[in-house]
């Protein structure tokens, strides 16, 4: 039985971007799909409760909330092995049915979101620990383990996974293999796609893929072949669902410093994030250069921070991890370099305090401010891209603009400021990300709009300074996406072939990245 027609033709021109809404399953349609996952799953796997499925409809980024419903699927399940989700894929590619995977639900760009109903796989049961290899320093886990959960259980062997993003506490590992995660120690240990030696992969047909470098699940380097391993990452879950990955894992460090400092102007911070970067400390772990829009909202808004002078206009924040002797080293050596760029140090309390809560603020209740000064109750989101660190000035004073302007047009949005982290340890380029407060309350069609609108004035301003409109959350939601084509040129007519090759039945995760128009299809097109 075929419950969504398939139809497949030359690529269609583009009438716009907002995905469009696909009806429930009928009674009789959900029953057969139900009747077909019985085999597959024990009851206790398959969800079909308002809750549960309106609980995996959304993630953290804003969205108009009266158009909730929109996202809502037809049915959730809860695999605990690679043949559970093969067999669920099988079955819904078999009935044309969509499906989501959702790891962690942390990410913000939609990722996770089930825009065309149907099946969420949900893959929280697959948190075994299957093998942990203390000679060759990896570990292989079910992809729906935490970071945080399993580097508990690493520390009993002094080793960990540092794997560490904002959403650390919360996010899993298939989730950072599906967006190809950045990490806020990045710059001494990699991200996600360094760090993740192998995984099985589920492709949309239900066929299962061991994907790496080589056969053995713990190579880091081969030439046989594609390197086929950065293709299943960062898709979204376009491409399939990672089920068990084998991971890279390092000392637990010994000693950890993470200085704060201040300057009068921004300039001076920057100049000096750069330098921090190219100093050569092996132990540096990262930098992070906060712009006065984000001092001025830490200061009035954050109650986790400790209030900063009004002559604060930047801070600059440094990590380094490792062994307590060649910490102690490298910390002598910022710290000089800091001091020759005017930096005053915030004492060892605002230091350690400020970077021990990085994780905290992801999930705690925000606020902002109105145009007329009202407190008011705010969602949190984030336009992140990669930027050059010759260009992060300019692209700041840009992105300041958009938020300004949009600001003036209605008072849902609030400006939380900039970010600059570096992302490698020489810091050629910097994952550039601009906070913003929304009033998700308040979002409605025409401002939900203006917001579209700003996200692509972003994104384009990222692309005209020689960037990437994400460095790390992805670009598959409504406003950049629109701007994946001129980014990627050739490129992006590569991932059509991919897809189509791969997805024949456009079954995983539709409406993302623009790829419908792999089926000669837009995602304006309700006639599926």
């Known amino acids: 039985m075929t419950l969504i027609e398939n139809s497949t033709g030359p690529t269609a021109e583009v009438l716009g971007t907002a995905p469009f809404t696909r009806e429930p399953l009928g009674e009789s349609e959900l029953a057969t799909l139900v009747a077909a996952l019985r085999p597959v799953l024990g009851d206790d796997q398959i969800l079909l409760a308002k809750t549960d499925r309106y609980n995996r409809a959304r993630v953290p980024a804003p969205f108009p909330v009266h158009r909730w419903s929109e996202r809502v699927p037809d049915v959730v399940v809860m695999p605990t092995s690679t043949e559970q989700v093969a067999a669920v894929v099988k079955i819904a590619n078999d009935l044309r049915i969509p499906v989501v995977p959702r790891d962690g639900g942390t990410g913000l760009t939609d990722g996770a979101v089930p825009m065309r109903r149907g099946i969420v796989v949900d893959v929280k049961k697959m948190n075994?620990?299957?093998?942990?290899?203390?000679?060759?320093?990896?570990?292989?886990?079910?992809?729906?383990?935490?970071?945080?959960?399993?580097?508990?259980?690493?520390?009993?062997?002094?080793?960990?996974?540092?794997?560490?993003?904002?959403?650390?506490?919360?996010?899993?590992?298939?989730?950072?293999?599906?967006?190809?995660?950045?990490?806020?120690?990045?710059?001494?240990?990699?991200?996600?796609?360094?760090?993740?030696?192998?995984?099985?992969?589920?492709?949309?047909?239900?066929?299962?893929?061991?994907?790496?470098?080589?056969?053995?699940?713990?190579?880091?380097?081969?030439?046989?072949?594609?390197?086929?391993?950065?293709?299943?990452?960062?898709?979204?879950?376009?491409?399939?669902?990672?089920?068990?990955?084998?991971?890279?894992?390092?000392?637990?460090?010994?000693?950890?410093?993470?200085?704060?400092?201040?300057?009068?102007?921004?300039?001076?911070?920057?100049?000096?994030?750069?330098?921090?970067?190219?100093?050569?400390?092996?132990?540096?772990?990262?930098?992070?250069?906060?712009?006065?829009?984000?001092?001025?909202?830490?200061?009035?808004?954050?109650?986790?921070?400790?209030?900063?002078?009004?002559?604060?206009?930047?801070?600059?924040?440094?990590?380094?991890?490792?062994?307590?002797?060649?910490?102690?080293?490298?910390?002598?050596?910022?710290?000089?370099?800091?001091?020759?760029?005017?930096?005053?140090?915030?004492?060892?309390?605002?230091?350690?305090?400020?970077?021990?809560?990085?994780?905290?603020?992801?999930?705690?209740?925000?606020?902002?401010?109105?145009?007329?000064?009202?407190?008011?109750?705010?969602?949190?989101?984030?336009?992140?891209?990669?930027?050059?660190?010759?260009?992060?000035?300019?692209v700041s004073r840009a992105w300041h603009e958009i938020l300004a302007d949009l600001r003036r047009k209605t008072d849902v949005f609030d400006d939380w400021g900039m970010f600059a982290y570096t992302s490698a340890s020489t810091g050629v380029d910097y994952l550039t990300e601009i906070d913003v407060g929304i009033w998700e309350q308040r979002l409605d069609d025409a401002a939900w709009a203006a917001w579209v609108q700003a996200k692509r004035d972003i994104a384009a301003v990222a692309i005209a300074h020689g960037g990437s409109m994400s460095a790390c959350h992805g670009s598959c939601r409504e406003g950049e996406v629109d701007l994946v084509p001129q980014e990627l040129g050739k490129g992006f007519d590569v991932m059509l072939e991919v897809k189509r090759a791969l997805d024949p039945n456009n079954v995983m995760n539709p409406g993302k990245y623009l790829l419908d128009r792999a089926y000669g299809r837009d995602t304006t097109d309700e006639n599926r």
């Open 128 to 394: 075994q620990i299957h093998e942990l290899d203390l000679v060759n320093r990896t570990v292989t886990v079910g992809t729906g383990i935490s970071m945080m959960k399993l580097n508990e259980r690493l520390a009993q062997h002094g080793l960990f996974y540092p794997d560490d993003p904002a959403s650390y506490p919360c996010s899993l590992v298939g989730g950072r293999i599906g967006t190809s995660g950045w990490s806020l120690i990045g710059s001494r240990y990699g991200h996600t796609r360094d760090l993740v030696l192998s995984f099985d992969h589920v492709l949309p047909t239900g066929e299962v893929l061991h994907v790496g470098d080589g056969i053995g699940q713990k190579i880091s380097k081969s030439s046989s072949g594609y390197q086929l391993k950065h293709l299943f990452m960062g898709h979204q879950g376009t491409l399939g669902i990672a089920t068990k990955a084998t991971l890279k894992l390092f000392p637990k460090p010994e000693a950890e410093l993470s200085p704060f400092w201040a300057f009068d102007n921004y300039e001076d911070a920057h100049a000096c994030t750069g330098a921090l970067a190219r100093a050569g400390v092996a132990t540096f772990a990262g930098a992070v250069l906060f712009d006065e829009h984000k001092v001025a909202y830490l200061r009035r808004d954050d109650e986790a921070y400790i209030p900063q002078p009004t002559d604060v206009r930047a801070l600059v924040c440094s990590v380094m991890y490792g062994y307590e002797d060649e910490v102690r080293a490298g910390g002598k050596r910022l710290f000089r370099i800091a001091k020759e760029h005017g930096a005053r140090y915030l004492g060892d309390e605002i230091s350690e305090g400020d970077w021990a809560a990085r994780h905290d603020r992801y999930a705690t209740p925000l606020h902002g401010r109105t145009k007329d000064g009202q407190v008011i109750p705010m969602s949190w989101h984030c336009e992140d891209a990669a930027v050059n660190f010759s260009n992060v000035p300019a």
